[in-house]
């Protein structure tokens, strides 16, 4: 998701930047998003300097924990939304995947989409790559499921979905003892069943205009 950098930190032993990322996390899930440089340096036995020679600077080492952790995030919800099962399966169990992996590395989360992307903006690029693709991923799915023929609406709904999801999520997690997670999905999820259908319904009617193909490419949305 993120480029390499250059540099010392892109030569360093892998196994040890590994390390050294385990030990970002251990300070980050134990001290929250406001853990500092200098306590995960501590954590992992080195001077702050040496701790940003392994990645460049102090964006190189958010970026690698951004691509460390959005990726396990990414592969978990793929696997979901791309299962051969009912649609209203595969939303549920997308939804409560997302919900499930935010609130246990709740820590981790904040510091990565609060603390990480305000302070640097290539980290804050990183996730919003990240945010674009899993919406453009989802939108393929829509369509490839016969959801939706036309694709803009397609990609419309696919990132207003997962930005819907996301806001909810964030709302969730500073409710989550009044709230339980079960109760979000169960309101995401008939959103989302209930209120695109509805919509469709409306454009199958308009996909069927003279002049117009529904599956036609649109060379905005590249496959």
Avoid: C
Wanted: no cysteine.
């Amino acid at each position: 998701m993120t480029g390499s950098r250059g540099g010392a930190g892109a030569r360093r032993d892998p196994g040890r930047r590994r390390a050294l990322l385990e030990a970002a996390d251990r300070v980050i899930q134990r001290e929250g998003p406001e853990a500092s440089m200098a306590a995960i340096a501590a954590e992992a036995g080195i001077s702050k300097p040496i701790l940003y020679r392994h990645f460049g600077d102090k964006s190189g080492l958010y970026q690698a924990l951004a691509e460390r952790h959005t990726r396990k995030l990414i592969e978990g919800i793929r696997e979901e939304f791309s299962r051969d099962d009912p649609i209203r399966d595969r939303t549920r169990t997308t939804i409560d995947t997302y919900l499930a992996t935010i609130s246990k590395n709740l820590n981790l989360y904040r510091f990565l989409m609060h603390r990480a992307s305000a302070e640097d903006t290539a980290t804050h690029s990183a996730m919003s790559t990240m945010i674009r693709d899993v919406s453009r991923e989802l939108a393929e799915v829509m369509i490839a499921d016969g959801e939706l023929a036309d694709r803009t609406r397609a990609y419309v709904w696919g990132h207003a979905i997962v930005g819907m999801v996301q806001t909810a999520g964030d709302w969730w997690l500073d409710h989550g003892e009044d709230v339980p997670r079960e109760d979000v999905v169960d309101g995401l999820v008939d959103l989302v069943l209930r209120g695109l259908p509805a919509a469709a319904s409306g454009d199958r009617a308009a996909d069927q205009a003279p002049g117009r193909s529904p599956d036609s490419p649109d060379p905005r949305f590249p496959r």
